[in-house]
């Protein structure tokens, strides 16, 4: 394989596609933040702002037929996979057109069609399911790749690793996606992790790892291709560490930095490495788009997402006798 | 063979032997069921329960598992995901505490807060052991946690005949079915069809019938519960014991009719008897059938203390068919010269063979 795969050497329009993902799901968030006073969306969000290039960049390397798994935060990684905007926000208002029928609320957004096999809340719990659907993949002779995306809080977790260690003993097709943000809600990384690199727990379980600016689309994009590529060739997993960060509360539509659990300046300092300002201003300089051209971008985001709010405020919401049905399969 | 000529031939197996023919049988027909478990492939293979398998089925299909159970169980639950049937095997229900994160929270859900739109069809096997001085971690018998969980169902074979056919119907549910298995039924023994017929999960069985008290036993504890429902026959107290199968989802239908009829209601579990099976039957007996009730129903179980491992401790441990047949006999209205000479002889019967080892009259068959 040549470096033609690499987003080094995408053309133009794919590069502007994924700047106009990242925008999209940027866009997507803000509104669900603006709208949350409303109090129609009646569950928790963990938005993504601010980590965009992550979800847009790994996923940017799948297959229609490939898998992700997701956690709490998953708005961005649905998005990015392909599922259905329309299904997501009527879930996060609880209509019977949500994704789960509005049984599972913003944490358990999940879209089969597009490969978005399921959201787990419970930190760390949703990567033994990409290593199983890895290992389906490998039983049932499918050239599929499952990536599992989750955070640095998730390494702190066993099953995290004993997911790992299965995944490296049978060295299934799953790429292990890291978002290191360097907070579990409120508690910094240095304070829950000794100093070590993370990408040492890959080699501990023999695998491969890679650690890119997860701010970095191209990057990222860059290194789930090679991971995929080779996960693909039966050379098993890779563990990506992406360093990215989370601009706003862990849980909820606001900014906290007036909580102080963030040195400050931190905040800020990051919001100056935005994924969406710092590749738009790389587009733009290399004269790969311009105002108008976003302008368009904003235009179609901004119909799609009053679409989708309207639908999902017209629908109905579930009857409450309903709730005890499917139960069991 | 014609199927009258199968059934003058009766064929004995242990409960063991019949977990392990299901297990072919459904590896045979359907290729995407597979065994995990942690000594699936070892020497000992489980018990003799997955004995041979792998040579069979080759290590894909019965795969060794890292000493990980947690992990496994997701892993399981992501292959079920994508159309797999997997089989998951604990040495000891303990091993499965350790999995209660990815069984509670991701199999027993999946299809409901999916909307419907995943099924996660997955068995997991657990071994309740028992007896030479196991003790406290290696002996528990923990139904009622599986089986508080809406979205699992819960099943408890006594038989050789039903650990082959439960077995069966638990591979073929499409949602996750916890099987627990008492280590002392793996030795009974009993007519199993050589036929792979499902049974379905659907409810209690009545292995003795009587018209004076309705007796309600799971697992294990049917088995000393028909040792004393045998006994009271013989002195004139008419037992209707049913072995209960199936825990979750619960089928009280048979038993609250019963109850109408006798007025009275024992229920024998294996595990402890506070926040237990039998605690919920006494409860759907009462709301159902409260005006027919002629005595409180009564309890047994295990008591409200860890198993201890000395055999001097766990003596008192393990309700017996002595004890039960008391219990049965207090509680129904005949005079107790009647039941005293029967519990006796049956006390002294037991009290003739050691505690912590499985009674010999309960290999069966059955």
């Not at chain 2, 946690?145 to 074979?157: C, T, W, Y």
């Amino acid at each position: 394989m040549g470096t033609a795969h690499l987003a080094s050497v995408l053309d133009t329009p794919t590069r502007v596609e994924l700047f106009r993902r990242m925008l999209r799901i940027r866009r997507i968030e803000e509104e669900i933040a603006r709208r949350y006073a409303d109090q129609q969306m009646r569950c928790p969000v963990h938005l993504s702002i601010g980590q965009e290039a992550a979800a847009v960049g790994a996923c940017a390397a799948l297959r229609a037929s490939d898998s992700i798994v997701t956690t709490h935060r998953c708005h961005a990684h649905y998005l990015a996979k392909g599922g259905d905007l329309r299904a997501m926000i009527a879930e996060l208002h609880g209509k019977t057109t949500g994704c789960a029928g509005g049984r599972g609320g913003s944490m358990h957004l999940f879209d089969p069609a597009a490969g978005v096999l399921a959201s787990v809340p419970i930190v760390g719990g949703n990567v033994p399911l990409a290593v199983g659907a890895a290992l389906a993949a490998r039983q049932r002779r499918r050239p599929d790749v499952t990536v599992a995306f989750f955070g640095d809080g998730a390494l702190e977790e066993g099953v995290v690793h004993e997911s790992f260690n299965f995944a490296g003993c049978h060295r299934l097709p799953v790429v292990f996606v890291l978002e290191n943000n360097l907070y579990s809600v409120y508690t910094p990384l240095d304070r829950r992790q000794p100093d070590r690199p993370i990408t040492a727990f890959a080699r501990a379980h023999g695998f491969a790892a890679d650690q890119v600016d997860g701010n970095d689309v191209l990057a990222v994009r860059d290194a789930t291709t090679r991971a995929v590529a080779a996960a693909r060739r039966g050379e098993g997993p890779t563990l990506l560490v992406l360093d990215t960060y989370r601009f706003l509360e862990h849980c909820g539509p606001a900014d906290d930095d007036q909580l102080r659990y963030r040195p400050v300046g931190e905040l800020a300092r990051w919001k100056e490495r935005c994924p969406i300002d710092a590749f738009r201003a790389a587009l733009v300089a290399g004269a790969e788009l311009d105002e108008t051209v976003e302008a368009t971008f904003e235009q179609s985001i901004a119909d799609e997402i009053a679409d989708a709010f309207a639908a999902a405020l017209a629908a109905p919401a579930p009857a409450p006798e309903t709730a005890k049905d499917g139960v069991h399969a | 063979m014609p199927d009258a000529a199968r059934s003058l031939a009766p064929r004995i197996l242990s409960a063991a032997d019949a977990i392990r023919e299901a297990t072919a049988a459904a590896m045979d027909r359907d290729d995407r069921v597979f065994v995990m478990g942690e000594g699936a492939t070892d020497p000992k293979g489980i018990f003799g329960t997955t004995s041979g398998l792998v040579e069979r089925f080759g290590p894909e299909r019965v795969m060794e598992m890292p000493v990980a159970e947690n992990g496994w169980t997701g892993i399981a639950i992501g292959a079920a995901l994508m159309g797999q049937r997997p089989i998951l095997v604990h040495q000891r229900v303990e091993f499965c505490l350790l999995a209660m994160e990815q069984l509670v929270n991701n199999a027993a859900k999946i299809h409901y807060v999916s909307g419907g739109r995943h099924r996660a069809p997955l068995v997991v096997r657990l071994v309740v052991g028992r007896g030479w001085g196991q003790g406290p971690a290696h002996s528990q018998s923990l139904e009622a946690l599986f089986a508080h969980v809406p979205g699992l169902k819960v099943v408890m074979p006594s038989s050789a005949a039903d650990a082959k056919g439960l077995l069966l119907g638990a591979i073929e549910d499409d949602g996750p079915v916890v099987v627990l298995e008492h280590r002392w039924v793996h030795y009974a023994t009993g007519h199993v069809d050589p036929a792979p017929v499902a049974m379905a999960l659907d409810g209690p069985r009545r292995v003795r019938a009587g018209d004076d008290v309705t007796v309600v036993a799971t697992s294990y504890m049917t088995l000393e519960a028909i040792q004393a429902a045998d006994a009271l026959a013989a002195a004139g107290c008419g037992v209707d014991l049913f072995d209960l199968r199936v825990l979750r989802p619960l089928n009280t239908d048979a038993i609250v009719q019963s109850v109408r009829r006798t007025g009275r209601l024992v229920t024998i579990d294996t595990g402890h008897a506070s926040f237990g099976i039998g605690a919920e039957v006494v409860a759907r007996v009462v709301g159902e059938a409260f005006g027919s009730l002629r005595a409180a129903p009564q309890r047994i179980g295990l008591p409200e203390h860890p198993t201890p491992s000395a055999r001097s401790l766990a003596e008192a441990y393990y309700p017996r068919s002595p004890g039960i047949a008391r219990t049965i006999a207090a509680l129904v209205d005949l005079p107790p010269t009647r039941t005293t000479d029967v519990c006796d002889a049956l006390g002294r019967e037991r009290d003739a063979v050691p505690l912590d080892i499985p009674h010999p009259s309960f290999k069966g068959p059955f």
